[in-house]
């Protein structure tokens, strides 16, 4: 039911694509529409369910949690989704790009507090790196025979 | 309208493309393609008086793709599956008693500079991947834009400062230095961490993952406690 949905959609997506650019047909294409299909089918799931969610949880990570629970028990297989996946990663640091402009809005509540944001980020981020490495170096070191198979 | 957005679109790409370029030819973890393509087309904006309305026509085109990205970030985990099976005890524990870390200190940073509850809460979700913390900040009331900013910085800290700083204090297991600079500088962290070694980089990949998660879970507690 699941697959027959996702071949309708995506045949009337890559339909759409064709019409747009005649000479993009090939497997690639026809692979890209449908996992592009399958990962907006979970983010609308995500968001559905994100409106119920006792705490404010984001869709996209409710989204994310339900793609990787169907990837891991084989609902959708890897190869459907890997070539858009890896698209669109390869492609994330342009995606936020607007919002990042967004800041423009704001330069007024901001000019005062510019420097102290820095330190505090600065600061901040130290904490996070160095407990974080401390506490795994601690776990690990107590627990010698698991790491050596990663040596 | 439509010619606008187009244009919005377009200039959004072509810049990006540019800071690329640019970052090919520096080859320094300070020189950052995004926060290039911000300052320009900021600048651009003010200098012709164009609002972020008008460039936000066609910017949320762009934008609109974070949504999917975000979703597929699942499969780089699911590639690491195996690892963090094996380990996942440390890299649970550690990541969570990290990101508890991070949101604490962002909170106290944030009250120390005397900030307002929109700043505070937009330093939250500052060491998570862009595109979950930009979420994060929306979840809870903080401002996404100033989000992206703060957690770009907080990556390029991570990713400059990041492994001297784990090896001067004496954390030399590769397991956690990968897990230490994923959760505190997620992407940009993760980059310089793939040129440390192959264990640092895939741990680094694993972590900012895992921290998104988990921040994102954590993070609107506070509004509990608020």
Known sequence: MFGLCIRLLSGIGINAVLVLYPKAQGVVLVKLVRGFIVIMIFLFLGNKIAVYAPLPIPGNIIAMILFLAALNSGVVPLGTVEEISDLLLTKLALFFVPAGVGIMVYFDLLRASFFPLLVGTFLSTMVVLIITAKTAAFILSEDKPRQKGWE | MVIQALLGCLFTVVVF????????????????????????????????????????????WVGFFLG??????????????????????????????????????????????????????????????????????????????????????????????????????????????????????????????????????????????????????????ILLLW
Request: charged share 10%; aromatic share 8%; glycine share 14%.
């Open chain 2, 68 to 221: 999917p990205a975000t979703v597929a970030l699942a499969v780089p985990i699911y590639r690491q599956r195996e690892k963090l099976k094996t380990n996942l005890f440390p890299i649970l524990t550690s990541i969570l008693i990290g990101s508890i870390a991070g949101i604490i200190s962002g909170v106290l940073m944030g009250v120390l500079m005397g900030g307002s509850r929109e700043i505070i809460f937009s330093l939250v979700p500052k060491s998570v991947t862009t595109p979950i913390a930009m979420e994060i900040s929306r979840a809870i009331g903080g401002i996404p834009p100033l989000t992206v900013g703060i957690v770009i910085l907080s990556g390029i800290f991570g990713a400059t400062l990041g492994p001297e700083i784990l090896v001067r204090l004496g954390v030399k297991d590769p397991i956690a230095q990968g897990l230490g600079i994923g959760t505190a500088a997620h992407g940009l962290g993760t980059s310089r961490a793939v040129q440390e070694g192959e264990i640092v980089g895939a741990f680094s990949g694993l972590a900012m993952g895992v921290a998104g998660i988990i921040t994102a879970f954590l993070a609107p507690l």
């Open chain 2, 17 to 60: 493309y540019v800071g690329l370029q640019l970052q090919k030819r520096i080859c320094s973890p300070l020189f950052n393609p995004t926060f290039f393509a911000i300052v320009v087309i900021i600048f651009f904006l003010q200098l012709f008086h164009i609002p972020y309305e008008a460039y936000n026509v066609g910017g949320r």
